[in-house]
């Protein structure tokens, strides 16, 4: 896994997977997000899997307010362990859940 800055956001990639990104945004001071890649069906994907558990930004990231807790840990362990097989699993229906 590399550890880099993309458009100044904390950025992890892998080989097979996709870019995940994780940052706040002054338009929304109360929240941060982890952003996938848009155009990927990830986050299309958790919203099936997982429905409203989380809450999302259209096809692009799962939102979550500063002064919450998340507690669907284990759900987000596997929301970014597709991302991070993205590459392997794209083909696959609901990306191998």
């Not at 100044?8 to 706040?24: A, H």
């Not at 799962?62 to 083909?91: G, P, R, S, W």
Request: glycine letters at 4%; proline letters at 2%.
């Amino acid at each position: 896994m590399e550890e880099t800055l993309k458009w100044g956001e904390p950025s992890y990639l892998v080989k097979k997977g996709s870019t995940i990104r994780i940052d706040w945004k002054s338009k929304a001071p109360n929240q941060y997000a982890i952003y996938f890649k848009c155009t990927s069906s990830l986050v299309e994907t958790f919203k099936v899997i997982f429905g409203d558990l989380f809450k999302y930004e259209k096809t692009r990231a799962i939102v979550f307010e500063l002064d919450e807790q998340v507690v669907a840990t284990e759900e987000l362990k596997i929301c970014i362990a597709m991302a991070l097989q993205y590459h392997n699993l794209k083909n696959k229906l609901l990306l191998g859940y």
